[in-house]
């Protein structure tokens, strides 16, 4: 009943808003001029965000660009520097996420907040709870509502089962139902579809728009052009903390969305260069780990960069780290410039020249809590020594020298790593690398993650590498970037190489690598 | 580098006012507290807590905690007893004997750690405090044993004009453990391996290593303060193996500046908290107060000292946000 009176009086708000009687309640929720400061960096600054009753505004903008912190201001997590926000048209001021909740704001995080082992009832009614009569909980009026809340979203499931128990889709939903049970009157939606299968992001399409048709407000948060287009009725774009428009989906196309996104034209989004291809760095024979590697072969250059495709659990990340010795392998040899070696752990791999940049930046990259300054020399702190202790003034100078060339944007070397963006973190891991003198690098997912400027400065540095004669391996589950990217290419499928390709090559396209990747054979 | 330098400077500075004002308090209200005996005898005590607090310190910055160095320092106390009563007395091979199985006895808390994956040393370290009790009162029959060659109590009885040479040890391994921490790969290692063991390792340390290390040093450390104990006092005592020995060196540590999360401490901010917890100590005793008072008062300064961490942590948060909104 309450549900039912909350969408009239939207509807009334809307018709009045139409006529231009109440221009401030055109919009559901509007936040004006926002400036919102963090060490170092602004994160918000003249940041404005509009949604109307009944729409899905999709917001968009590359990493870094200010998306996470609009929403924790919209949601109280943070309290913005300066600007306003109002709910239909009323001025608020939210000092935490329960007053935001309590004014109809609602957000399913990227990350969900499921207690995997509660029921879905619990899940939903968390800090809610519907009590009897002796003020004992009543769990059978919230196992039913529950049933109910999670029927109206299209997932007929038991709801006393624990939410751990169902895939992500359920799981997003389960969040989703406890929006619309605080009666929330817009929801924000923190790119809901990346971890998300096709058949659900299908539903959760299908429940948005029901949602929508309740006169609910909807932000739609994606990095996927496509689902925008599919979806949203206005598209807002932000950059570098600044909004920069909004449209209706008909007035975007691709290619204004991703200029207003990156402020330029991207001409060049992979900046290829070419060095001399020399001898064989490394070379790998039928090398074995016990139900993840089943006889891998390759060779890579001096001077090229290898690109090492396939699906996600093919075996790439693991080639990789039972090459550094992070993984013990239980057979195949390993040649390094020629001579073979037999590394034990990652420490002797550093001491042949291998350097290895994980795919998991914050848990095997980087020590979060210490400096850029220790970072830095974490992988050669021998090469930074005078006698027993370590030598300031050169570790000063490096660093100063590595933050120049690869670009880290910092207040200072002494500065926590845990408080740089996602692409300086990484452009500090690669100068830990660089830093080791190494002449093979690997590079596990190493844009993942990043914006699109960060990309190209990290492009940029592995085509100064084998510029330098040096041999990059790059893992990459971005196909235009394998193909952007390498001179030759390694398809893997299920722990084993499926096929090789040079640049050259009439199958160095992504139909002939993905055929491969899927477990096609290339003809020659 | 400045900035940072400021900021750690400035809690040692804050620990020091504490302890200056402190020292102020006691000498208005007993007239006993500034003479040199009392200081002196003020500065051993310190030496006890100090060496546990050392190792205490490394494990604090691994993010890991040693809650057996009480129980070790007693029981290698013990070991050097049950030695003399088994009319063993050359004093070179009671302490070789006492730095050894303390030694041990911190290797084995590493490796269970590091090796055998426990999860959280405080489990671990906590079980073998328990050992080392019942241990100690096993070797020493449940009896106190005195009777130790002087070679065995000089470390701790010995002064120089009255000034306690196990003090003077005390800042030489302090300042050997500070240019350890600060200037060495070693000590950079240890804050790093706290901070990420995962990243560490792949960087090419044997993080194990450096855990296990961090470990062996709290035990060398406890040993260490054993043989002073048993020279302050001339007797071994079993039952010491539960007296919050532990406790003191992790407030200590805390008080100067060390956290539960890993990552930070120093040694000159521990030596002023082990002075802090000493002064506290040495003054409740001159006014006479009951020792269950004391236990209650120290217990709450370690909760202020946390407390204090905490604020000091987001009040510097704040402070950065300021900065950083004044510069953009």
């Known amino acids: 009943m309450e549900q039912v009176q909350t969408t009239c009086s939207i509807l009334h708000n809307r018709c009045n808003g139409e006529k231009g009687e109440l221009s401030m309640s055109e919009y559901i929720v509007e936040l004006r001029n926002a400036r919102k400061c963090f060490p170092g960096v602004v994160a918000l600054d003249k940041m404005q965000l509009a949604v109307k009753p009944g729409e899905i505004l999709g917001l968009i903008g590359e990493n870094g660009a200010g998306k996470s912190t609009l929403i924790k201001v919209l949601t109280g997590v943070h309290q913005p520097d300066e600007g306003e926000i109002y709910v239909n048209g009323e001025r608020k001021v939210f000092r935490n996420p329960n007053e935001s909740a309590a004014a109809g704001i609602a957000c399913v995080y990227q990350e969900l907040n499921i207690e995997k082992l509660l029921s879905i009832t619990d899940n939903i009614f968390i800090n809610k709870w519907i009590k009897g009569k002796n003020g004992l909980l009543d769990y059978k009026a919230m196992h039913k509502k529950a049933k109910e809340v999670m029927a109206s979203l299209g997932q007929d499931v038991d709801p006393e089962k624990p939410a751990g128990s169902f895939g992500m889709g359920v799981q997003q939903m389960i969040e989703i139902a406890k929006a619309v049970l605080i009666d929330a009157k817009m929801i924000i939606m923190d790119e809901p579809t990346s971890s998300l299968g096709e058949k659900e992001v299908a539903q959760l399409m299908k429940t948005c728009r029901e949602l929508r048709d309740r006169g609910i407000g909807i932000v739609f948060v994606s990095h996927k052009l496509e689902e925008l287009f599919e979806l949203c009725d206005r598209v807002t774009v932000i950059r570098d903390g600044q909004y920069i428009d909004t449209r209706d989906i008909a007035d975007w196309t691709n290619d204004s969305l991703i200029s207003a996104m990156v402020g330029r034209t991207l001409d060049n989004l992979f900046p290829k260069e070419f060095g001399k291809k020399g001898d064989v760095a490394l070379k790998v024979e039928g090398l074995e780990e016990g139900g993840v590697l089943f006889g891998v072969d390759f060779e890579a250059y001096n001077g090229q960069i290898l690109g090492f495709a396939g699906l996600v659990g093919a075996g790439r990340t693991e080639t990789m780290r039972a090459i550094f010795g992070a993984d013990p392998i239980d057979g195949g040899k390993i040649f390094v410039h020629g001579k073979e070696v037999h590394i034990r752990n990652p420490r002797q791999a550093i001491k042949e020249g291998i350097a290895f940049l994980t795919e998991d930046r914050k848990g095997q990259g980087l020590v979060l809590a210490q400096t850029i300054r220790t970072n830095l020399i974490l992988a050669n702190m021998k090469g930074f020594q005078t006698g027993l202790f370590l030598n300031e003034k050169k570790i000063e100078e490096k660093g100063q020298e590595n933050i120049n060339s690869l670009r880290i944007k910092t207040p200072s070397i002494d500065e926590i790593v845990g408080q740089l963006s996602g692409g300086n973190q990484q452009k500090v891991v690669i100068g830990k690398w660089v830093n080791t003198n190494a002449d093979i690098f690997i590079f596990d997912e190493p844009t993942r993650g990043i914006d699109v400027g960060a990309k190209i400065e990290v492009y940029n540095v592995m085509n100064r590498l084998v510029k330098e004669g040096k041999c990059v391996i790059m893992v990459s589950s971005e196909m235009p970037e394998i193909l952007g990217m390498s001179d030759r290419v390694v398809v893997m499928r299920g722990g084993k190489v499926m096929a090789t390709v040079d640049r050259g090559s009439k199958h160095f396209n992504q139909e002939s690598l993905m055929k491969a990747a899927w477990g096609g054979t290339l003809d020659e | ?328």
């Open chain 2, 1 to 328: 580098m400045n900035k940072k330098k400021k900021l750690n400077g400035n809690s040692v500075l804050g620990t020091l006012a504490a302890l200056i004002i402190l020292c102020v308090v006691l000498t208005i209200c007993s007239d006993k507290f500034l003479t040199y005996s009392n200081l002196m005898s003020v500065l051993k005590q310190t030496t006890f807590t100090a060496l546990l607090a050392c190792g205490m310190l490394l494990c604090l910055i691994t993010a890991g905690i040693d809650l057996s160095v009480g129980a070790n320092a007693t029981f290698c106390a013990c070991v050097m007893g049950m030695m003399v009563k088994a009319n063993i007395t050359n004093p070179v091979v009671l302490l070789v004997v006492a730095l050894a199985v303390g030694t041990l006895i911190g290797l084995v808390n590493g490796l269970l750690l590091t090796r055998l994956h426990l999860p959280h040393p405080f489990v671990s370290t906590l079980g073998m405090k328990n050992f080392l009790w019942g241990a100690s009162l096993l070797v020493t029959g449940s009896q106190m044993i005195s009777g130790f060659p002087k070679g065995v109590t000089w470390l701790g009885s010995a002064t120089v004009g009255g000034f306690p040479v196990s003090f003077i040890v005390l800042i030489v391994i302090y300042i050997i453990m500070h240019i350890l921490l600060t200037r060495t790969a070693l000590g950079r290692s240890i804050y790093c391996a706290g901070g990420n063991m995962e990243a560490t390792r792949l960087s090419g340390i044997n993080s194990a290593n450096v855990l296990t290390f961090c470990y062996v040093v709290s035990g060398f450390m406890a040993a260490l303060a054993g043989i002073v104990s048993v020279g302050r006092s001339g007797i071994c005592n079993g039952a010491n193996a539960i007296q919050p020995y532990d406790t003191d060196a992790i407030a200590s540590c805390v008080i100067g500046g060390a956290s539960f999360m890993g990552g930070k401490g120093t040694m000159a901010g521990t030596l002023i908290g082990a002075l802090v917890i000493a002064v506290l100590r040495n003054g409740f005793t001159l006014m006479a107060i009951d020792s269950s008072i004391q236990n209650m008062v120290l217990g709450l300064v370690i909760i202020g000292a946390v407390l204090l961490d905490v604020t000091r942590e987001s009040l510097a948060a704040k402070a950065r946000r300021k900065e950083a909104a004044a510069k953009a």
